[in-house]
């Protein structure tokens, strides 16, 4: 299959991972320039209706399942790495999780203005504070604490329930993971190069952060005569002064 390019740098986010919760922290507190020029797009495990929607347009969630090695290995790599910043987690218990409760969320939340503050809370409540984010009753209260009115709270915990909103918006975003070829999180696409993993942030923002420098100045010679300037500004573009472009 051919390779995606993305126009825009894009961050896939997820509230079930801790190690995209890490990666969000360091975003917003080691790399805020970059956060500010990313696409945010959601990534989540779909229920089988998610799955049958994508299946009808030939697409499949490219994720599976861990081994409880791997589950115990990432308790004790996650201990590590929020001990390195300072972080305390809970640990959340998952019971019968319906990923789009939060996850669909997140459109309404970005209609009514409030889309960064939903993803900081939803990842406060579930990673330092151990709440079921998939608890309709869970998002109503996060939504009435950033300020949104009962009926718009309403909505925002009923966004799974909405068939309009996992037709549209909800199936693009999954096709869009699809494509992009995010088959874990954190996941970064920068052109056609991807960043899988927390350990990759400080790439993706380099990388992004080198698109946005301007080129540098040329050297400059004290007093040079001035009939030679004609001369030196013809000779001395010897071609593209660096960069992807």
Not at 24 to 39: G, H, I, K, S, T
Not at 41 to 54: F, L
Not at 81 to 107: C, I, K, M, N, S
Request: contains cysteine; hydrophobic residues 40%; negative net charge.
């Amino acid at each position: 299959m051919t390779a995606r390019r993305s126009r825009v740098p894009r961050f896939y986010f997820n509230f079930r991972s801790p190690y995209s919760w890490i990666a969000y922290r360091d975003l917003m507190d080691r790399f805020p320039d970059v956060a500010q020029v990313v696409e945010w797009h959601p990534w989540w495990e779909p229920d089988a209706d998610g799955e049958r929607r994508m299946a009808e347009h030939r697409w499949s969630f490219p994720y599976t399942a861990m081994s409880r090695d791997k589950h115990l290995y990432i308790l004790q790599d996650v201990r590590r790495l929020t001990t390195d910043r300072g972080l305390t987690v809970t640990w959340p218990v998952d019971r019968d999780p319906v990923w789009e409760v939060p996850h669909l969320a997140y459109f309404h939340a970005l209609d009514a203005g409030c889309g960064p503050a939903y993803i900081e809370r939803v990842y406060r409540a579930r990673w330092q504070e151990g709440r079921d984010i998939c608890d309709r009753e869970v998002v109503a209260d996060i939504a009435t604490g950033l300020g949104l009115p009962d009926e718009a709270a309403d909505r925002l915990a009923r966004a799974a329930d909405d068939p309009e909103l996992r037709a549209g918006r909800g199936l693009t975003a999954l096709l869009d993971l699809s494509r992009d070829g995010a088959f874990g999180v954190p996941f970064f696409t920068l052109g056609y190069d991807k960043y899988w993993g927390v350990d990759r942030l400080p790439a993706f923002a380099a990388a992004i952060r080198s698109r946005a420098a301007p080129p540098p100045a040329p050297p400059t010679t004290p007093g040079p005569p001035a009939d030679a300037d004609f001369v030196a500004a013809r000779s001395g573009d010897q071609g593209h002064a660096g960069g992807c472009g």
